[in-house]
């Protein structure tokens, strides 16, 4: 080996507790030699959260986790939220979610479920406090494809030019769970769900409170712009999100078997690819969310 090459592989091993590797130019980060269903103490829980926010998605490879244990290592990252969905919370531990394909009787299921997954969202933007991180964990995959696709709202924002952040900055964007349910095409939201999660309003700009970098915080669950006519705010939300999520924005991970993947809400935008045979292949994930903070 090389001095040079020494100097670097020390210095990568030095900058952080466990074997990290990028997986694109822009993004995301395989983690290589941690064991989850280990407890895991205050300075690794800060390593991670280090990492989080450096590269905002990470795949933990080579898991074996029950429910309670992924519950147990997301839950050293904040609070747990159960889902506004009333058919998502699961009979035994209500914080993990099923995310899966199957029908009532286990059986790949013929429609598509989950449909609003295959938006580009951000979790429970529709929320006063929406989701810092969201963990799934592959429980099943199919045999090839059921990938998911990251885009990165930091490095679009910081693309757009300067008189467009500005003229973006003072707008504020509403959020909803039924506008969401509505574009999606899935069940409509009940008045529980409703009653539940309410519209709320964030910042079309948002701050990273971990990094200071700034966003476009948009989104599947967004409704229009406080204040404009709603056709209006609509269409420069659709504007937005499609600049958002050009390929050279896009981080596409395709699933290994043992992977536990945790990505950063506060900054992307994800969204399930539907390129696998779903009626035929079981696409099996347990999801756990931490509730974040309010946005700025
Ligand atoms: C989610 C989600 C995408 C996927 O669980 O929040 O959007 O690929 N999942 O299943
Ligand atoms: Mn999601």
């Known amino acids: 080996m090389a001095m040079t090459d020494v100097a670097a592989a020390g210095e990568h091993r030095g900058a952080w507790p466990f074997d990290i590797r990028p997986l694109s130019g822009l993004m995301a980060a395989e983690i290589l030699d941690l064991d989850l269903a280990q407890p895991v103490g205050d300075a690794m829980r800060d390593s991670i959260l280090a990492a989080l926010n450096r590269y905002k998605v990470l795949a933990f490879r080579n898991q ?31 914080e993990v979610h099923p995310v899966n394909n199957l029908d009532e009787n286990k059986r790949p299921s013929r429609g598509i479920k989950n449909i609003g997954n295959y938006a580009w969202h951000t979790d429970k933007s529709y929320m006063a406090r929406p989701s810092l991180a969201t963990l799934l964990y592959a429980v099943q995959l199919p045999p090839a494809g059921g990938d998911t696709e990251f885009a990165d709202l930091q490095a679009a924002y910081d693309a757009l030019p300067e008189e467009r952040k500005r003229s973006l900055e003072p707008l504020r964007v509403v959020h909803s769970w039924e506008r969401s349910r509505q574009k999606s095409g899935s069940k409509l939201a009940t008045e529980d769900e409703k009653r539940d999660a309410p519209p709320v309003v964030h910042p079309l700009v948002r701050t990273h409170p971990a990094t200071g970098r700034k966003g476009i915080y948009i989104g599947n669950h967004t409704s229009h ?32 078997s043992g992977d536990m993947v945790m990505w950063d809400n506060r900054c992307l935008v994800h969204r399930a690819i539907a390129n696998f045979e779903m009626a035929k292949h079981a696409r099996v994930l347990n999801r756990t969310v931490v509730r974040g903070d309010v946005p700025v």
């Open 64 to 94: 074996t986790l029950t429910a309670a244990a992924q519950a147990a290592f997301t839950r050293r990252f904040g609070e747990l939220e159960p889902h506004v969905n009333r058919d998502f919370r699961s009979e035994g531990i209500p």
């Open 225 to 256: 712009v406080e204040g404009w006519p709603v056709e209006k705010g609509e269409a420069l939300l659709a504007d937005l999100l499609d600049f958002a999520t050009q390929e050279r924005f896009v981080y596409r991970h395709q699933w290994r």
